[in-house]
């Protein structure tokens, strides 16, 4: 079973790019963010986000988990 925040964290990242921005229109501290995100990773046993410098960007994995979402 997924959890719903680890579910919402990622889609409003994949929407936003951005975990800053995602974070403060979830109201989370960026930190809280990333781990639901990570957390979410590890329960598919499959890398969605590749964290580079200040950017987020999405693994082949990415789109497709966020296509599925959004279904």
Partial sequence: ??????LTAFADVMTTGS??????TLGLAKS????????????????L???QANRLIPTEAGPVSYTHLRA
Avoid: G, H, K, V
Wanted: without cysteine.
């Fill in 19 to 24: 975990l800053t921005r995602s974070a403060q």
């Fill in 1 to 6: 079973m997924y959890d719903f925040d680890e």
């Fill in 49 to 51: 986000l590749r964290r």
């Fill in 32 to 47: 809280t963010l990333s781990r639901r995100i990570s957390q979410l990773e590890a329960r598919l046993n499959q890398p």
